[in-house]
């Protein structure tokens, strides 16, 4: 199952890593956030080497419905609340910089990626939340209003409109700006141990290393397993389908997508937590609403992405952790990974140069906000109550295997146990089984 993207486009392979080598800043992951994070540091000066476990954009960038906006479904009202004004603007003027960003980058080099300015659209028949919405937007300086009774399949009573949006094919535009960086394919970044990362084809040195791996892959520190979730979505391409201009999401859990490309309509929904459902169904289920939408439309491919959740509903874009004052983080984009990519890009390259960005701490990996956690039970704000400070009780021996600073897995009667060290050699563990395999799913 190929997206309409990598049928569309070809990306030349790169060769693996083959040996020792040293690199001033190593970014791991060349997906969307990878290539554009390289791509500003080095055009900034900087020497960047990334690594791939396979294949460039192989990953979540090929599966996107591409979509550039600031628009995040229904988020103003919620993050105002969770977070504060001042802090949601902050993370709305980010995306909306975003935007901007790639519409000059694209116009100044050229970049022949089917790029065109939309407007977005949150639809519902929940008319007072719309309302409300498109109000709380529009305090967040988007071009927001409210239209009722849109021309929308499968009709709604009224939708956020927000202008000076965009949409693009996402691979078109990674294969030129990727073209000038050093990117190793096929070369997956084992371990990383402060400044050496230990890869297929070799060891790597790096005075600074960005993950932009989609996932966090080292658990201590940092606890991103315990901080995210994960959600799988569903996108058909259709033919002989057609719906009016714009990108349209629907409102709250269980709403549908719209987004147009050429003569092909991409819908999308039936999302739900990784591991909750069989894809199997999920693709039946949207192929009969997009019977029903668009009685005489065909499918001509279909494909599904994997997006990490946060519990605040903002990414983890930043410093790894305070104790490894060298390793950054892009990760946590929701369904929103184009923009959260570009804002990615600004705010690592700001950071690595020492530079004071405006909207850093509304991406802080550090943050931790009871209040804005309040009554997700099944995200971060459960998944620590499941970590405590206590020794684990396994033989010393077995302790004695870990390097301070460092995690891993052990086994405890018989069980895999995730444990980590910290620096004055205190073991800490997850204290439930059930919870560590959930996390580690999740």
């Keep these: 199952m190929k997206s309409i993207w990598s049928e569309t486009c070809d990306i030349p392979q790169r060769e693996p890593l083959r040996g020792d080598m040293e690199t001033e800043i190593a970014v791991i992951g060349a997906g969307m956030a990878g290539v554009l994070i390289a791509f500003a540091l080095q055009r900034a000066g900087r020497q960047v080497a990334v690594f791939e476990a396979k294949r460039i954009a192989s990953g979540q960038t090929r599966n996107t419905t591409a979509k550039i906006t600031a628009q995040h479904g229904l988020f103003a009202d919620r993050l105002i609340k969770t977070l504060g004004e001042e802090r949601a603007k902050k993370y709305a003027e980010a995306n909306l910089a975003a935007i901007d960003v790639y519409r000059t980058l694209i116009a100044k080099e050229n970049i022949a990626c089917d790029f065109s300015d939309e407007s977005a659209f949150v639809y519902g028949d929940d008319e007072s939340l719309l309302e409300n919405e498109a109000k709380a937007q529009a305090a967040l300086g988007l071009k927001a209003s409210l239209v009722r009774n849109p021309d929308v399949p499968g009709r709604a009573k009224a939708a956020v409109r927000a202008d000076g949006q965009a949409q ?54 940092g606890m991103y397993f315990a901080r995210m979730h994960q959600e799988r979505s569903y996108v058909l391409a259709l033919e002989n389908a057609s719906i009016p201009g714009g990108m349209w999401i629907g409102a709250g859990d269980g709403g549908y997508s719209f987004r147009g490309y050429g003569d092909i309509v991409l819908f999308g929904g039936e999302g739900h937590r990784t591991g909750e459902n069989s894809a199997g169904g999920k693709y039946d289920a949207l192929r009969r609403k997009a019977r029903e939408f668009f009685p005489n439309s065909r499918v001509k491919t279909c494909w599904s992405a994997q997006d990490c959740i946060t519990a605040d509903g903002v990414p983890y874009i930043g410093r790894y952790s305070d104790s490894t004052p060298n390793w ?26 020492g530079r004071e960005n405006p909207y850093a701490d509304a991406f802080d990996p550090g943050r931790f906000d009871l209040k804005a956690v309040t009554g997700t039970v099944s995200e971060g704000a459960q998944a620590v109550k499941g970590l405590t400070r206590t020794l684990l009780k396994i033989p010393k021996e077995k302790a004695d295997e870990l390097p301070r600073g460092h995690g891993g897995v052990v086994f405890l009667n018989g069980e895999k146990v995730g444990a980590y060290k910290d620096e004055k050699g205190e073991v800490l563990r997850s204290c439930c089984r059930n919870q560590a395999r959930q996390l580690s799913y999740a």
């Design 328 to 353: 950054y983080v892009a990760t946590g984009f929701q369904k929103w990974g184009m923009t959260s990519s570009m804002v990615s890009a600004i705010l690592l390259r700001d950071m690595i140069f």
């Design 168 to 221: 693009f094919h996402p691979l078109k535009f990674l294969k030129a700006i990727s073209e000038p960086l050093m990117i190793y394919e096929n070369t997956p970044v084992i371990t990383v141990d402060g400044e050496e990362l230990q890869t297929g084809g070799g060891r790597v040195r790096a005075k600074k290393v960005v993950f932009a791996c989609h996932y966090p892959f080292i658990n201590f520190p």
